[in-house]
């Protein structure tokens, strides 16, 4: 047993970390939560979580927070008192003393986003008295229905049905989080998902999914998502970001999004 040890050893050393197997092509990344930012285990025990953190040192030399960017978390509140940066300031000290590179993720998603930030005082198309809309209307058959798929359902669901915020109202509160959040970062995460899962699955036509975003902003919410990050870091790599693009008809409405972008 002693010789398998010496041997495993021997194995272990000679096999390159991910990191250095592609230093000279790409970085290597991995996303971390919360426990390993700030080295308290949750749902892990404290052996667990140091196994966890190794892993990261030794192997990878970029990295993501699961979900300390998103906006349900760093803005959980309406207005500028509204934020809670110590977890996403855990994260980026993590990176920083492990001398990685950092991404963002995410500044506008359908899920994960507070009801407040599309609440206002205008009722959903089609209502005419103070009755919420039914959930649907953010996302109708065929455009990404709750539960399609692994992802597609969009984790963390929000579902708000009441009256809505105005565009010029959703533009300035997407401009305020945006620019607050990219500008704390700037210089420090060095690319950032600026929207995330917009186009719609399935085969119909519509190139966009049928969020709150876009009914109340219209499709040029994307466009202005990334105006906001380019002003608030004119330095940050600026990323679309999606699941399933490995699908032709998906990549199909990507390309016509990128286009129509350009």
Not at 45 to 71: G, R, Y
Not at 195 to 203: F, L
Request: charged share 20%; glycine share 10%; proline share 6%.
């Amino acid at each position: 047993s002693m010789l398998a040890a010496l041997c495993a050893t021997a194995r272990a050393a000679d096999t390159p970390t991910l990191k250095d197997a592609f230093k000279d092509h790409f970085q290597v990344g991995t996303a971390i939560n919360r426990g390993m930012a700030t080295g308290t285990a949750f749902r892990r025990t404290s052996e667990q979580l140091n196994k966890d953190i190794a892993l990261v040192k030794e192997q990878f030399n970029q990295i993501v927070p699961e979900n300390d960017l998103k906006w349900a978390l760093v803005h959980p509140r309406p207005g500028a008192d509204g934020y809670n940066f110590d977890p996403a300031d855990a994260f980026l000290n993590f990176g920083l003393s492990n001398n990685m590179s950092l991404a963002g993720h995410t500044l506008v998603w359908h899920a994960q986003t507070p009801n407040w930030v599309f609440a206002g005082t205008n009722q959903p198309p089609g209502v005419t008295n103070a009755a919420p809309s039914p959930v649907a209307v953010t996302n109708a058959a065929g455009t990404n229905a709750p539960g399609r798929g692994g992802f597609g359902g969009g984790f963390g669901r929000g579902g708000y049905t009441g009256p809505r915020a105005s565009r010029e109202e959703l533009l300035q509160r997407m401009r305020d989080h945006i620019h607050t959040v990219v500008g704390r970062y700037k210089g420090k995460i060095k690319a950032w998902d600026v929207v995330n899962e917009a186009i719609a699955d399935g085969p119909g036509t519509n190139v966009l999914r049928n969020s709150l975003w876009r009914e109340i902003i219209g499709p040029d919410f994307i466009a202005k998502a990334f105006q906001y990050a380019y002003e608030a870091d004119p330095e940050a790599i600026l990323r679309y970001n999606d699941y399933g693009l490995e699908n032709p008809a998906k990549r199909r409405k990507l390309i016509t999004l990128i286009q129509s972008l350009r």
